[in-house]
């Protein structure tokens, strides 16, 4: 199977060469040239483990990576997670289930995607006889997930941009206190879209990227999202039979990438109800699900930070499909939104999607009623998702990270504060990061001088 770019402008790529790439070179994000229909294997794929239905469903991308070599890789992925379901799907009543996404080494959602890339480049340095340099920007989860995911691996170095004091103190000390010598986290002055545009603009400069064989660890890596589909098809796998079409998958997101990946497995034939995207206070994709306008707004910091986002970067995927799959529309809505900052949609399909913000008075409320409802604990973001379920469908809600990583808004709630062993080991640890502007050329220079 080949890759091809959302803007039409770069050469198919396999699967390995967009893994390794990331940002495709015209700037787009690659997707499958055809997405293949799945529903015929969805039978025999009902009792496997976590880990094999991976190997399954990746099998069917990764077509330049052979199976012996794919099913070791993917298993090793997985072997860290602290939970034998991997991804547990919680029933707290008839109607609510909850997808336990945080039991991973760094306790988020991105722990499947990102320990899967991390052994994907591993392998792909043994294979090259090359040296990899793996780029990143987070709001938070992403950034801590992808160091662990490369974590003292040989001929790799990583380097994660973060806003400085808008991530929470657990998630900065899971970047910063690795004592890895590949590992640099690089503490920006200004938000994680300024991040992002640093990290597009480097991505960018083709001679740049190429001589230091940079690599794009945030969801615009399509491994990140393939990986993702995986666990909305397990929990779907798992619900009883004859409710599985009445399933609406509730979603917090910022980005985009999280709930694209579930829209994409329906793509492919998982007959999936809807989606519900779940926002905070920075409620861009609210608005656009809700009036049909992408406009981009403001930041402003929150209980639920990493999704303290106005610049959702996998819309462009799901833009390219929204557009009829034509390169041409896509490049022209992408050139007006960095011009305006804002583009209107005359037949936006909301038949699928739905969606809810919450603000911090209301997340505060949210965790506090849960855990008086169900005994059970949320983190801030998937307190977000529990606003407005709608009562007619099975909803799914996909808990993304671990309450134990925001301690003060849950004791706030509920007047505890949970906490996570590998949390605890963390705080005695020495915090190690470069404090750096929101400039490409101070992030290059960086790169430059420790660039394996």
């Known amino acids: 199977m080949k890759f091809i770019s959302t803007r039409g402008q770069t050469e198919p790529h396999t699967f390995s060469q967009a893994v390794a790439v990331g940002l495709a070179p015209d700037g787009g994000l690659f997707l499958p040239e055809e997405l293949p229909d799945i529903t015929p294997r969805l039978k025999s794929w009902q009792n496997l483990s976590y880990a094999q239905l991976c190997t399954e469903f990746l099998g069917i991308f990764a077509t330049d990576i052979p199976e012996e070599v794919l099913a070791p890789l993917v298993h090793r992925s997985y072997a860290h997670f602290t939970h ?3 991804a547990p799907l919680q029933r ?31 392998n792909q340095c043994k294979q090259s006889g090359q040296g990899i340099n793996v780029l990143g920007a987070t709001s938070g989860d992403t950034g801590a997930a992808a160091i662990h995911g490369l974590l003292g691996k040989p001929n790799t170095a990583i380097f994660i941009l973060y806003p400085e004091g808008r991530v929470s103190p657990l998630q900065e000390r899971q970047m910063t206190c690795t004592g ?106 609210h608005r656009l699900l809700t009036t049909g306008e992408y406009r981009i707004g403001n930041v402003q910091p929150s209980l639920a930070p990493s999704m ?25 809505v992408m050139a007006q939104l960095r011009a305006t ?41 998937t307190a977000c998702a ?24 849950i004791h706030d709630a509920i007047n505890f504060s949970p906490t996570n062993p590998l949390l605890e080991a963390l705080k005695p640890k020495p915090i190690v990061k470069h404090r ?7 992030i290059k220079a960086f790169i430059a001088q420790r660039a394996v």
Request: a negative charge.
């Open 92 to 122: 707290l009543d008839d109607q609510t289930y909850v997808l336990e996404l945080f039991h991973g080494p760094t306790l988020a959602f991105k722990d499947f995607a990102l320990q899967l890339l991390g052994n994907l480049y591993e």
């Open 84 to 86: 034998p379901a991997i």
């Open 436 to 442: 750096l502007p929101a400039n490409e050329e101070a």
């Open 308 to 332: 303290d986002i106005q610049v959702a970067s996998n819309f462009e995927r799901f833009l390219y499909y929204e557009v009829n799959c034509d390169p041409e529309m896509v490049r022209a």
């Open 386 to 409: 529990f606003k407005d379920l709608n009562p007619d469908r099975l909803s799914v809600v996909l808990a993304t990270a671990h309450p134990a990583k925001f301690p003060e808004a």
């Open 180 to 285: 890895a010598a590949n590992v640099h986290a690089i503490a920006i002055d200004g938000s994680f879209d300024d991040a992002q545009r640093v990290l597009k603009n480097i991505f960018g400069d083709r001679e740049f990227s190429q001589r230091h064989h940079l690599s794009a660890v945030n969801s615009i890596n399509l491994a990140r999202v393939l990986a993702q589909c995986v666990y909305y098809l397990y929990a779907w796998l798992q619900l009883p039979g004859p409710r599985r079409g009445l399933a609406e998958f509730v979603v917090p997101t910022g980005n985009f990438g999280n709930v694209f990946a579930g829209w994409l497995l329906g793509e492919m034939g998982v007959p999936i109800r809807g989606f519900k995207v779940a926002t905070n206070r920075n409620d861009i994709l």
């Open 341 to 381: 900052g804002s583009y209107g949609f005359e037949n936006f399909d909301k038949s699928t999607f739905s969606s809810s913000c919450a603000t911090d008075v209301e997340i505060t409320a949210i965790i506090r009623r849960v855990h008086e409802q169900y005994n059970y604990i949320v983190d801030p973001h």
